[in-house]
């Protein structure tokens, strides 16, 4: 491992219990019965311990939108043809695409990386860290070498920093790549132990046939390349996929500032699974947003031990579901700030009274 990615991993530290503790003791005074808030309460109480300061705001957020190619299409894994990810990096670019529309709406930045795109792409928004043309099919032998999962992950990372200088103190994930749902499902199986047959799903909506396919091709992947579980380099190497080791680094990064990642569908909980076992410390700075419709999700949310906050059958990716939940986490913040104490208004705490 690079002299890089260990000072990265090494420079995540435990959330701030303090904080998180006068969050929870400023919770419990405001006008409403102890925990009748409930998720945005354990929202609010996570928020003070990751960033510090005990009643956040969260002024400038941006979801970070990674994007690559997969050799695996060739196996025919995806309802669409692998060039919808530069025909839609386009989209993104003009504005058009989904994550730009929720993201306007929940006012954070869309930031688009190309770290794996097989085509040359330029346009004055789009940050160009491309490690090489997409991957190889991880279906024959190693979708990438180890030398290009670690710059993947530290474009990400990098990404993160340039951001933070910038101003960005939330991140989102988000992602763009035809044919990463198959990847990202190899890299659950390596990493868990889990099946492919309850791991692997229909992504833009293969038919049954489909389905079986993809099954087949992750069983291919992990038979020909034997990646170790308990090396998550080596899993990005040989069944990964560039956008999905750069999601990984953008957790990374945005646990190094401290800052909140809120973790989109299914490619970015595989990038959480792998960014955990990377550095277990950046697991208290994730935040679920919405259970996907992907098959397989559910099963690495209960691996990642978090609880989504939406769930609204959404299956797209690009960050969409995080930038959704944006709203929430807003929310409550402002409950935090705004709303009065019993002491302020004037109102009875339950302490007197009867006990229920
Ligand atoms: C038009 C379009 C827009 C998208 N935006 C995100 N995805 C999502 O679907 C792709 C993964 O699914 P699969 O593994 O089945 O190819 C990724 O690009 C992901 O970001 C899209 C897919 C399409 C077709
Ligand atoms: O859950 C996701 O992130 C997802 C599901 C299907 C296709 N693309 C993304």
Redesign the pocket.
């Known amino acids: 491992m690079s002299e890089k990615l260990r000072q990265l991993i090494n420079s995540i530290t435990p959330p701030d219990e303090v904080a998180a503790s006068a969050a929870s003791q400023h919770l419990d005074q405001l006008t409403k019965p102890p925990g009748s808030l409930g998720k945005l309460e354990s929202l609010a109480i996570q928020l003070a311990g990751i960033t510090g300061v005990d009643k956040p705001e969260f002024n400038h957020k941006t979801v970070m939108v990674m994007a690559a190619d997969h050799g695996v299409c060739e196996e025919g894994?995806?309802?669409?043809p692998a060039e919808?990810?530069q025909q839609?990096l386009y989209n993104m670019l003009s504005g058009g695409?989904a994550i730009n529309v929720l993201a306007r709406h929940a006012g954070a930045d869309v930031k688009v990386v190309d770290v794996g795109v097989n085509a040359d792409v330029a346009h004055p928004d789009l940050v160009s860290r491309k490690v090489r043309m997409g991957t190889s099919n991880m279906a024959k032998g190693p979708a990438m070498l180890r030398t290009e999962a670690e710059q993947a992950i530290l474009a990400g990372a990098e990404a993160v920093a340039e951001a933070f200088e910038d101003g960005t103190r939330l991140f989102v994930t988000g992602?763009?790549?035809?044919?990463?749902?198959?990847a990202s499902a190899a890299v659950v199986c390596a990493l868990t132990g889990l099946e492919p047959e309850v791991i692997v799903g229909r992504?833009?909506g293969?038919d049954t046939a489909g389905l079986a396919r993809k099954i087949a091709v992750v069983c291919r992947a992990l038979d020909v390349n034997q990646p170790d579980g308990n090396d998550a380099l080596d899993v990005l190497t040989k069944v990964g996929g560039l956008e999905i080791a750069a999601l990984a680094g953008v957790i990374l990064g945005a646990a190094a500032h401290r800052c909140p990642v809120v973790l989109d569908g299914f490619?970015s909980g595989a990038a959480a699974l792998a960014a955990r076992a990377l550095a277990p410390a950046s697991a208290a700075y994730m935040l679920a947003s919405h259970a996907s419709d992907e098959r397989g999700h559910a099963a690495v949310l209960r691996q990642l031990k978090l609880e989504p906050m939406l769930h609204l059958d959404m299956r797209?990716?690009?960050g969409t579901g995080g930038a959704l939940s944006l709203h929430l986490i807003d929310a409550a913040c402002r409950i935090m700030r705004e709303m009065a104490t019993f002491a302020d208004a004037g109102v009875s705490d339950g302490q007197g009274a009867a006990q229920r």
């Open positions: 894994v995806s309802a669409f919808v990810t839609m695409a992602e763009l790549g035809i044919g990463n749902t198959t992504g833009t293969v490619i797209l990716g690009e």
